[in-house]
T-cell receptor, first 115, second 112 residues
Framework: DAGITQSPRHKVTETGTPVTLRCHQT?????MYWYRQDPGHGLRLIHY???????DKGEVSDGYSVSRSKTEDFLLTLESATSSQTSVYFC??????????????FGPGTRLTVL | KQEVTQIPAALSVPEGENLVLNCSFT??????LQWFRQDPGKGLTSLLL?????REQTSGRLNASLDKSSGRSTLYIAASQPGDSATYLC???????????FGTGTRLTVIP
């Protein structure tokens, strides 16, 4: 299995509080991604990173920010959590070989509940 | 925007059957297509990756095909087993690393 860990694995928080989720990889892959998974919507991309300090928005980025200060860590922050951000959050990593994007490997997920 | 559809949403088969899962996408300008399985409450496990220049990939009892011009991919599972029970997801990467779109999956149950 690809070396990807997410922390915390479960979190319950209240509306309006800040929340930070962490993704850590040991594969030295260039690309890191944050997705959310919701019933009826499948997985949707929130933000991604293509290198240290290089990030960009995905399909559902409103209300989220990210940071990547080291190759191995990618943080997702909810500045002021809302109930609509209750979801399962997945981190993924991938590399680039010969101009072709490689497989994406996923972490175990973080289940976030905002009350 | 790329739309990815997986039909059927759920499938139940007896053990030993060969089966096909379908994935269709609306924009044929893709870099690659990837099939995953997801067990309840778990993360996604990559099964097969097909680059846009390839027609198929095989891994054990699994075979995935890609017809980019028609916007379709199939995942063939031979001699199904109860351990194959899971949700199977199809994902298409479009014109960049930030452009990956998932279907909502097919939930497969293999009955012993």
């Amino acid at each position: 299995d690809a070396g990807i860990t997410q922390s915390p694995r479960h979190k319950v928080t209240e509306t309006g509080t800040p929340v930070t989720l962490r993704c850590h990889q040991t594969e030295n892959h260039r690309y890191m991604y944050w997705y959310r998974q919701d019933p009826g919507h499948g997985l949707r991309l929130i933000h991604y990173s293509y290198g240290v300090k290089d990030t960009d928005k995905g399909e559902v980025s409103d209300g989220y920010s990210v940071s990547r200060s080291k190759t191995e860590d990618f943080l997702l922050t909810l500045e002021s959590a809302t109930s609509s951000q209750t979801s399962v959050y997945f981190c993924a990593i991938s590399g680039l070989t010969g101009g072709s994007y490689n497989e994406q490997f996923f972490g175990p997920g973080t289940r976030l509940t905002v009350l | 925007k790329q739309e990815v559809t997986q039909i059927p949403a759920a499938l139940s088969v007896p053990e030993g059957e060969n089966l096909v899962l379908n994935c269709s996408f609306t924009d044929s300008a893709i870099y690659n297509l990837q099939w995953f399985r997801q067990d309840p409450g778990k993360g996604l496990t990559s099964l097969l990756l097909i680059q846009s220049s390839q027609r198929e990939q095989t891994s054990g009892r699994l075979n995935a095909s890609l017809d980019k011009s028609s916007g379709r991919s199939t995942l063939y599972i031979a001699a199904s087993q109860p351990g194959d029970s899971a949700t199977y997801l199809c994902a298409v990467m479009g014109t960049g690393a930030n452009n990956l779109f998932f279907g909502t999956g097919t939930r497969l149950t293999v009955i012993p």
